[in-house]
């Protein structure tokens, strides 16, 4: 993967992780580490296994999410 496009990827899930638990924010970030994923698939930046492995994570972020989301609401008692 091109380094530049790793930073800017790892900088992306920096913000998904430590945000605002606000289902908007949540949404915006998520859609940027998508966008960062699918351009840079597009483009040549990463190869397509990459790019699986790292929707793959970004899956697994949302599913943290949720469940952070559940626990807070009182969900998981």
Known sequence: ????L???LDTAYERLRHMDP????FAGNY???LGIIMGGETC???SKEEAA????????L???YEIK???RSGFGR
């Open 1 to 4: 993967m091109n380094p530049d």
């Open 6 to 8: 790793r930073h800017t």
């Open 22 to 25: 606000s289902p908007t924010a």
């Open 31 to 33: 859609a940027l580490c």
């Open 44 to 46: 040549g930046g990463m």
């Open 53 to 60: 492995v790292e929707r793959a994570h970004l899956s697994m």
């Open 62 to 64: 949302a599913t943290m």
């Open 69 to 71: 989301l559940g626990v």
